[in-house]
């Protein structure tokens, strides 16, 4: 038996041999026989259950430490806390369970597209049976509008064509025939003799014997790939997680190096695990997983406004460090529009203006705009021709304000090219020759004025054969044969699809047609068409260049139009090669690796190529963005580090195997969501170094009142001292702090020039030596103005009884002072708080605003309503003045900081533009 893919190559009569099965069918015990051999004829997927994925989302450090700093609270009645501490958790868990349920879909709509029945030769008599009883050797009979049950050999075929867009993404239907193509590696796109299961069937009728089932078809093929493809995380999520495991391990050391200080000392057992949870909570940015949802959450909304819908929240950060995008053609970089850009006839060439279905532009002959009605005869009939020989429909969408194309587009074009000119004849059709691949032609038989007319077109070269004569200037001359092939050749090569026309007149009486009438025929011309770039995408492309994004066409189209395409956009690698999906099946993974960073352009490129494509380019370290439409683009799309599925013409499968959705299908918006990804990047990269200084000053509080506490009296629990601030007081900063202040800064406005700069390095870590200096910077300069106001209300408020409570009131107010000081200079990693407006974002100053009301009513409200859990005390006003001297040298720290990183910087980039 031949392997999976080479039935194709077999004559039926091989193949009816090799399967042991003949025309009339499988008996009944033959095929129960094959299905205890084969089995069914369905994919079966094994996704994990729900608890399993629900529990799934505590598999973190972050949520390990949070999860015993909620359980010791809890234990140490401090049920505040524990509360707090748990609903972050569950929180992120519910969020992380809901985005994963929605990332399984893939496999059920994939088993969707098997189909339920049937129609089968049994014995030689027709019966439906259920499609998951097919089995290798069964005869199937296929007719318009029918769904392909499994793999066939087609054996015979009456004017069949098939809709293979679901698993080749090609939107234009393919003609079948039974004839053997020898050629062997060929993609599904290529093996006119096959019907693949999961597609349909336009026109026609056919016959095929089945070859393969369930997984051992093309679409079985895919969901293999599936099976294998586990989802890239991205590198956001790779560097959290880095940065999280180094966090976890920081405050467990720290915490126990407290404890065990403390016992060194001497303190009491309670006080010291009291002061080391005290330490593992200030440590712990509780708040930082909720705020990294929200500015996830925030990216994705902002990308939905520009037509990318976001299924995985951490794709809308990906995007911005995204260095390769691979991307079809048609649909994505073109408008799937098939146009009439040039034609040829009487000797003349014309050029024809406008794009897409929209019938309005200019006939154009050199640099001089023409009234096609005023032309010789041969331009109106070559138009007539092709608006007549055809069965597409120009219909006007009112609701879209658009026109659209009910029927072949390659067709549309050519009534869209007549409309341009004014034509629109309703001459009644009397007879039709259907264009078949074999004969390469469509005739059609009109009524005329003083006879009828039969209008043909085809391949240029099969016209050219019924022709006997051409039309020039009105009248009949001798056919110039190899003048006009030459044309053809040189239109060819501009990458348009070239279609003949040619016409004749017959007696009125001539009702019907047979392709015997088609001798002696009228050669008028040529039309070339192209599906024309979308002038955003060559925009797009530019932007792509300069961002240092490189892309790469992938596609199903042949060499020479992807070339064309390729060129017109700007699409290469410094290499015009362009590989087809022939020698990619011929290389090995290892010699693509070597070719995958110099070839931009793939053709005939079928489903596997994409994903060996997309595995290698992840080889060289590239973070790879993948479009697709089809169910053979869904293995690409999930291996992917970014998968983008079309909106529009996109199936369930690729949208459900897919990060991000386009709703446009165009491929500017993924440039748009690139530009919308760095900003998300950005603004995460800010609230990480606003949120995690803040963190640092608490935890040098806590540990530096241990390691003072034997020399300053105030910090000695022996002596009635204790921690400068109390394990509830730092949980308020740290929600407070992630709510109120942290998250106003993902409003920031987006900074100039994101698409001016080449892409992050992907192994870049977020923690820098340029972050742990601003870390110690804001931690030491925070820890020491709480020190200093703990201190200094000792002294103020001596022998009060609640002396205690108000120095720890003032030290807790004055971090949080320091927070807000620390705030406005935040707004910018790099750049100055003074060159921009401090009113550019109102949330931060709400923020601000909500943070010093709030905390006023914490401090004073309690004396009022007789609750207190923060356990405050009022704070006379001469503190206050005190509390904000200490809190605002932060902000000009971190200026004088921004000025000598970026003073130093430049001086570096002149020294090395020197040398």
């Known amino acids: 038996m031949p392997r999976d893919r080479s039935w194709y190559q077999l004559p039926v009569e091989q193949v009816f041999e090799a399967l042991e099965s003949r025309g009339r069918g499988l008996t009944t015990s033959e095929s129960k026989a094959r299905l205890e051999r084969y089995g069914y004829n369905e994919l079966k997927f094994k996704n994990r259950g729900p608890l399993i994925r629900f529990l799934m989302q505590f598999h973190s450090p972050l949520i390990y430490v949070l999860l015993v700093a909620g359980l010791v609270t809890a234990f140490m009645n401090m049920w505040m806390d524990s509360a707090v501490i748990l609903a972050v958790v569950l929180a992120n868990t519910i969020i992380g369970f809901i985005q994963e349920g929605k990332a399984e879909a893939s496999a059920e709509a994939l088993e969707k597209m098997m189909t339920p029945e049937c129609t089968v030769l049994r014995d030689g008599n027709q019966e439906i049976i259920p499609a998951r009883e097919l089995v290798p050797g069964d005869v199937v009979l296929l007719d318009e509008g029918k769904k392909v049950p499994a793999d066939l050999r087609l054996f015979y075929t009456k004017n069949m064509g098939a809709d293979e867009a679901p698993l080749t993404g090609e939107s234009v239907p393919v003609r079948k025939n039974i004839e053997t193509i020898p050629k062997p590696d060929l993609p599904p796109a290529d093996q006119y003799c096959m ?150 006839c009487g000797g003349k060439q014309y050029e024809v203006s406008g794009v897409g279905y929209e019938p309005k532009g200019e006939f154009v002959i050199g640099c001089n705009a023409i009234n096609p009605g005023q032309e010789s005869e041969e331009l109106i009939e070559t138009l007539r021709a092709g608006y007549l020989c055809n069965n597409a429909t120009l219909v006007e969408d009112a609701e879209e304000v658009r026109y659209k194309i009910v029927g072949d587009p390659t067709e549309g074009a050519l009534v869209v090219s007549a409309r341009k000119a004014g034509i629109s004849d309703d001459r009644t059709k009397l007879d039709e020759i259907p264009f078949s691949s074999k004969q390469q032609y469509m005739a059609t038989l009109h009524e005329g004025t003083d006879g009828n007319v039969i209008y043909v077109k085809g391949s240029p070269e099969r016209v050219l054969e019924l022709c006997r004569t051409q039309l020039v200037n009105g009248s009949r001359e001798p056919l110039r044969n190899e003048e006009i092939l030459a044309k053809a050749g040189e239109m060819a090569g501009e990458a348009l699809r070239v279609l003949g026309m040619a016409y004749k007149f017959v007696p009125k009486d001539k009702k019907t047609l047979d392709s015997a009438d088609l001798e002696e025929l009228t050669f008028l011309g040529f039309q070339g068409m192209i599906d024309p770039p979308r002038e955003e995408a060559m925009d797009a492309v530019r932007k792509c260049k300069r961002a240092g994004i490189r892309v790469v066409m992938i596609t199903g189209d042949h060499a020479q139009t992807a070339k064309a395409i390729a060129r017109q956009l700007g699409i290469s690698a410094g290499s015009d090669r362009v590989l087809i999906g022939e020698e990619l099946s011929r290389m090995s993974d290892d010699e693509l690796y070597e070719v995958v960073e110099t070839v931009s352009v793939y053709a005939r490129a079928a489903p596997e190529h994409k994903f060996r494509i997309t595995k290698q380019l992840q080889s060289r370290g590239h973070i790879t963005a993948v479009t697709g439409d089809g169910v053979n683009d869904a293995p690409a799309l999930k291996a992917a580090d970014i998968g983008i599925a079309m909106g529009i013409t996109g199936t369930e499968v690729s949208k459900e195997a897919a990060d991000i959705i386009l709703t446009d299908d165009n491929f500017a ?225 971190i200026e004088f900081e921004k000025f000598l990183t970026k003073r130093l910087g430049n001086r570096n980039r002149r020294r090395m533009f020197k040398q």
């Open 195 to 344: 019907a693949f299961s999961g597609t349909f069937i336009t026109s026609g009728s056919g016959k095929g014997v089945v070859v393969g089932t369930g997984e051992r078809t093309e679409l079985g093929r895919i969901a293999e790939l599936m099976k294998e493809t586990r989802a890239t995380t991205t590198p956001l999520m790779r560097k959290m997680a880095d940065f999280t495991r180094l966090l976890v391990i920081a405050i467990l050391s720290i915490a126990a190096l407290n404890f065990i200080l403390a016992a060194v000392f001497g303190f009491p057992f309670v006080y010291s695990f009291l002061a080391s949870v005290s330490l593992a909570v200030a440590a712990i940015p509780e708040g930082l997983p909720a705020i990294l949802t929200i500015t996830l959450a925030f990216g994705a909304m902002t990308m939905a406004r520009r037509n990318a819908l976001i299924k995985r929240l951490p794709a809308a950060e990906t995007l911005g460090v995204t260095t390769v995008i691979c991307t079809d053609k048609t649909g994505t970089l073109t408008k799937n529009q098939m146009t009439v850009a040039k034609i040829y």
């Open 669 to 893: 918006s993924i440039v748009g969501a690139v530009e919308e990804g760095r900003y998300v990047f950005e603004n995460i990269k800010k609230v990480i170094l606003y949120t995690l200084p803040t963190n640092g000053g608490q935890t040098l509080l806590i540990l530096g009142a241990i390691l003072l506490a034997p020399f300053i009296l105030i910090f000695n629990p022996h002596l009635g001292g204790g921690l400068p601030i109390a394990p509830v007081q730092i949980l308020w900063i740290n929600l407070l702090d992630a709510v109120a202040l942290a998250l106003p800064l993902i409003r920031e406005p987006k900074e100039k020039g994101l698409l001016d700069r080449p892409p992050r390095n992907p192994q870049e870590r977020i923690t820098d030596s340029p972050f742990f200096k601003k870390v110690g910077i804001v931690s030491l300069v925070m820890a020491l103005a709480g020190f200093f106001m703990y201190y200094l209300s000792t002294v103020m408020c001596a022998g009060d009884p609640d002396v205690l409570a108000k120095a720890q009131t003032a030290a807790f107010t004055t971090v949080m002072l320091v927070h807000i000081c620390y705030l406005f200079t935040a707004r910018s990693i790099t750049e100055s708080a003074f060159t921009f407006s401090p009113f550019s974002n109102k949330w931060v100053l709400i923020g601000a605003a909500l943070t010093l009301v709030l905390q006023l009513t914490i401090i004073y409200a309690p004396q009022f309503i007789g609750i207190n859990p923060l356990r405050t005390a009022p704070l006379p006003a001469e503190c206050w003045i005190a509390m904000i001297s200490v809190s605002l040298p932060i902000f000009f720290i």
